[in-house]
């Protein structure tokens, strides 16, 4: 069965060819960085308006590097949630759409389902049951999966996601967006134990969490140490100490310690009271090298084993829409012409295979 992925939940234009039986033949991403750099920050409406623009040529692309003709395809996999509703209903509508013309079913993908089974896509995958965390731009969930579909989460974000608090802190570091990979690369050169923030909700039980005390920690030491200007959001202070890049290092450097350090302390809780030793990492965050070294070591330490998607499918891409469209696609499918987004949407609602 091969399958056509369409991934438009945010800034990203992922589209991608996977055959059930030969794996993936060919995906094409494209970043909408250069349109948001300037608003340091998605803009909702560009976002749509540039999915509009490249969906079509990207499928023409990946068509064509693959060697197949639309009468090959058997099925189209979209993202339907959750997401940017505009975005989504760009995807949504082209996959729809194209699906009518050629007379085969589409499926509407849960997104965070579709991160979630990207490790299925390298050559040692994980078997059931496993342990996901899902740490995105929008999420932070430990989820036990005990099948495809089968996913009860066993603690979220109260509050910002991981990659949301990584992305703020560093638009007040007044580093370009998306922050999240220059705030871990600008810790590199980060001196340990210089400034400390804490490891919010791991003084409770419970596998929760909470990241945007930790952001407003981070903002009050960049405050105090003159980086913005006192009383400001994120106005850049000129007259900045003169070691300032160095200070902003060491900042860097605490600030992804203690978001590891908090998200290694709950996945050792999930692994206690599951008794499950296989952990899944994905979502962009999984893309950070200290969170991977961390929970390498955890695992270790409990005797399992860690898995995560290559880097290029821990942020969003339409590998993952694909292979999670042919899972679902061999139970069903539609021909219905209704076009699915849902902004909003819990994996937890997700009807197992
Ligand atoms: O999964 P993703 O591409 O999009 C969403 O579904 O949200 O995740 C994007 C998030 C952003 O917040 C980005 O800053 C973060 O992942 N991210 C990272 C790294 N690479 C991407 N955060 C920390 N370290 C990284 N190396
Ligand atoms: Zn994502």
Known sequence: ?????????????????????????????????????????????????????????????????????KDDIDGIAYTSGPGLVGALMVGACIGRSLAFAWDIPAVPVHHMEGHLLAPMLEDDTPAFPFIALLVSGGHTQLVEVKAIGDYQILGESIDDAAGEAFDKTAKLLGLDYPGGPMLAKLAESGTPGVYKFPRPMTDRPGLDFSFSGLKTAAANVIRSEGIILAGSKSTQNEDAPENVEQIKADIAYAFQEAVVDTIAIKCRRAVEQTGIKTLVIAGGVSANTELRNKLAKLMEKHKGQVYYPRHEFCTDNGAMIAYAGAQRLQKYGDRDLLIKARPRWSIEELPAI
């Open 1 to 69: 069965m091969l399958i056509l992925g369409i991934e438009s939940s945010c800034d990203e234009t992922g589209i991608a060819l996977f055959d059930t039986n030969k794996g993936l033949l060919a995906h094409e991403l494209y970043s909408q960085i250069d349109v948001h750099a300037d608003y340091g920050g998605v803009v909702p409406e560009l976002a749509s308006r540039d999915h509009v623009r490249k969906t079509i040529p990207l499928i023409k692309k990946v068509m064509a590097d693959a060697n197949i003709a």
